[in-house]
Every structure is written in C-alpha cells, then in structure tokens.
C-alpha cells in the first residue's frame, strides 16, 4: 500500500511527464492556449491512461513477457513475444480510445460534448504509449502499482497543461521580441517550469 | 535523373531543412525530439532511425492510398508505423546495443511521434510514392539536424565532449573551469531549442507569429 502511495506521489512531481519526459509534448504545446479547453484535454488524458495502462500491463504479463504464457501450457513457457509489444499496445491504445469515446458518447453527452474533439487525438499523444512503454521498463509487481502510476502520471500531466494555459493567457498582454513569440517564448516558459520542478527531485513517502 | 530531381521534388527535399522545418516551424515530433538530446551519438542515432522510418512508411501509406478505407486509416498509419519501428529498434538492440539502452523508451515512441502522422496524413495520402519517399527524407533530416544542433551545445557544454570525444583540454579544467551539469537536465533541452528557434525566426522575417 504504502508503495502505491509512493509511485502515485512521485508520478505527478518528480517524473512528471511533461518536465522530465517530455512525453505528451505536441498536443501540450497545441492546446495549450486556453484554460478550459486544456483542462479538457487533461482530463481525457487521465481517462484514457488509467484504462488502457492496466490493460496493457496484464497484456505484457500474461501474453508477451518470457514466459508469460506458461498459464496456457507449460510448454509455451519459453516463448518470448515482446517483439510484438509495440504493435498490441498501440491497437490496445487505439481500440481503447475509440471505445472509450463511444462510451461516453452514450451515457455521458455532456462530457462527450466537452471532450469531443480530443479524445480521437489521444490515440496518438505520446504520454499515453509513454505510459505503456515506461510500465514494460519498470517490471511492477502488481496491477495496483501499474494503476496507480497510471493515473499519477495522467494528474502530472493535466497539472503541467493547465499550469500552462494559465501562464500562456496572461503572456497575452506581455511584450515579447518578434521572433521569440509564439513558440520561442512558450518553450522557456516550459523550461522555467521544469527547472521550479526539479525542486521535488528525490521526493518520497 | 533530371526527371527524378525535379524543381518539385527539390522543393519538397529542401523545404524541410530550413524553411518548413519539422521542429521549429510545423511543432510536430517535440515530443522525443527534446529527451534524447544529452549526447551527440543517441541524438544521430535517433535522427537517423527517423528518417528511415517517415521515408518508408510514407512509401508504403502512398503505395496504399486508394485502398484504405478513409475511417479506418489512422488505425492502418499506426499498424504500418508500429511494424517499421518493431524492425528498427530489433535492429538497434542487435547492432547498437548502448545506444539502445541509453534511448530506451524513445525508440518506441517513434510510433506515436507526431511528424509521422502528421507526414503521412498531409503528404502520403495524397501523393506518389517517389515524391513521398523524397518528403520523408527530407521531413526526417529536418528532424535530425536540428537535433543534432541541441545535442551539439548540450554536449559540449555539458561533459566537454563531442561524440565521446574530450574536446575541452584537461589544462581547461585545471584553470577553474567546470562543466554545466544543468545542461544535461531536460530543462535546458527546452532552454536550447527555444535560441534555436529565435535566430531562425530573426533570420526569417515571414516565419514570426504576430
């Protein structure tokens, strides 16, 4: 339990996935202008990330790692299908958002209609796949870990694009020289916070 | 060859080196481009596996351009995609195994790297293979140079060294002067690109937002 807490808490601050992965970027930097929308986008981040993570961690455990599919028949026991890893997690992710979007759209059409737009973009926001290749690299014990960094990496990066959006908004009124604007100046922002986030480096619980 | 090389290929070779730059004008591809960019060797070795992969894969999308259904195309993009990077980074881990490792994660999120989608749905979808294959080289040493660039500052300044290499004499280092460990944190990554981005835009009036 306590290291539950402990992957949840150091998913948002200390390897949060914009300020130290820079995983997620594109769609950060695009969306990024307003508040509402990006809060948007960051909740349907969470959503998707903390379904399809643990789907994919029991796909890596009992279908592709070495050996996984011993629970078949001890005679698949040395069979090592993790070649196949990137193909099944970016269908798993693809499958995923589309039926994830087609859930809403049924039974939540408010959400549906706020989300709209981003939630076929997501499929192919790299903190989702990220997540996904992260989790195969640090061999969690149980699903519950797998979970929990799911959805602490998805508060991270909702903290990261609101957090943003609300500098960005107010940058409106500032007076940046010509060629810096826009782009330039968005990513010294981005870098100014990464560098307020190192402070939580070596954080535990 | 004069067909091969016509003033339209030529256009779609060069324009992405400076002009219609991947990186610092079209924002697609930030998203790996920033994190393997410590050191030189990974910084070339990532550029390059992505100019193998937007050439061919845009190959293969423009070969199949009218027999992919329009609503199912992003889940075709992404199988075609996800097979060209499976290859490569086997092909890495077999003959590159450091640089492997030290890319870890990234080489994976080739997949997901918005200059292939984006490539593949502006210019495959719509084009011959010849001229896509040129766009997707052209598009990918776009991606690498500017690369190339970070990693070059981040490297020197960082460790004193360029591919491995020391550049900065010890004599240097005995006189008082240290490396700049922040620049090989991912905040001066950020930092970098940004200047990169300044002097091209100083330099090209028409590319400035505003």
Redesign the interface.
């Known amino acids: 339990m306590e290291n539950i807490a402990n992957i949840f808490v150091k998913s948002i601050f200390v390897d949060n996935m914009i300020?130290?992965?820079?995983?997620?970027?594109?769609s950060y930097?695009?969306v990024s202008k307003n508040v509402k929308t990006s809060l948007g986008l960051g909740v349907a981040v969470i959503f998707v990330l903390t379904i399809t993570l643990p789907v994919n961690y029991l796909l890596e455990n009992f279908v592709l790692k070495e050996g996984a599919l011993a629970w078949l028949s001890p005679g698949l026991a040395s069979l090592d299908l993790s070649?196949?890893?990137?193909?099944l997690f970016?269908?798993v992710i693809?499958a995923m958002t589309q039926l994830v979007e087609m859930v809403v759209e049924k039974f939540t059409p408010s959400l549906y209609a706020s989300l709209g737009i981003f939630l076929?973009l997501i499929?192919?926001?790299?903190a989702?796949?990220?997540g996904s290749?992260?989790m195969q690299?640090r061999a969690f014990n149980n699903i519950g870990e797998a979970t929990s960094y799911a959805l602490g990496s998805g508060i991270g990066w909702m903290l990261a694009i609101v957090g943003l959006a609300a500098i960005r908004e107010k940058m409106e009124y500032s007076d940046v020289?010509?060629?810096?604007?826009?782009?330039?100046?968005t990513?010294?922002t981005?870098?100014?916070m990464?560098?307020a986030f190192?402070a939580f480096s070596g954080l535990k619980i | 060859m004069s067909k091969l090389f016509s003033a339209k290929t030529k256009e779609v070779f060069l324009g992405p080196l400076s002009k219609n730059n991947p990186i610092?004008v079209q924002?697609?591809?930030?998203?790996?481009?920033?994190?393997v960019t410590a050191k030189l060797e990974p910084a070339i070795v990532m550029g390059l596996s992505v100019t193998i992969i937007v050439a061919f894969s845009n190959v293969i999308i423009s070969l199949l351009r009218n027999t992919i259904p329009n609503r199912i195309r992003?889940?075709v993009q992404?199988?075609v995609v996800?097979?060209l990077?499976?290859v490569v980074?086997?092909f890495l881990k077999a003959f590159a195994y450091d640089v492997s490792v030290q890319l870890?994660?990234y080489i994976?999120?080739i997949?997901?790297?918005?200059i292939l989608?984006g490539r593949l749905e502006a210019f495959a979808m719509s084009n011959k293979p010849w001229e896509s294959f040129v766009d997707g080289l052209g598009n990918g040493f776009g991606y690498a140079v500017v690369l190339i660039i970070v990693a070059f500052f981040r490297e020197l300044l960082g460790s004193g060294t360029l591919y491995g290499i020391r550049i900065i004499p010890q004599a240097v280092y005995d006189a008082g002067y240290m490396n700049n460990g922040l620049m090989l944190?991912?905040?001066?990554?950020?930092?970098i690109?940004?200047c990169v981005?300044?002097?091209?835009?100083?330099k090209n009036k028409d590319l400035?937002?505003?």
Do not use: D
């Open positions: 300020f130290a992965y820079f995983l997620g970027m594109c930097l695009a070649y196949l890893a990137f193909i970016i269908a693809a076929p499929a192919v926001n790299c989702i796949m990220g290749l992260f690299q020289p010509k060629p810096l604007r826009g782009l330039g100046i990513f010294i981005v870098a100014l990464a560098i190192l | 610092g924002v697609l591809g930030i998203c790996s481009a920033l994190a992003i889940i992404l199988v996800a097979a990077v499976t980074s086997e870890s994660v994976g999120l997949i997901t790297n918005c989608m944190m991912p905040p001066m990554a950020l930092i690109l940004a981005i300044w002097i091209h835009r100083a400035q937002e505003k």
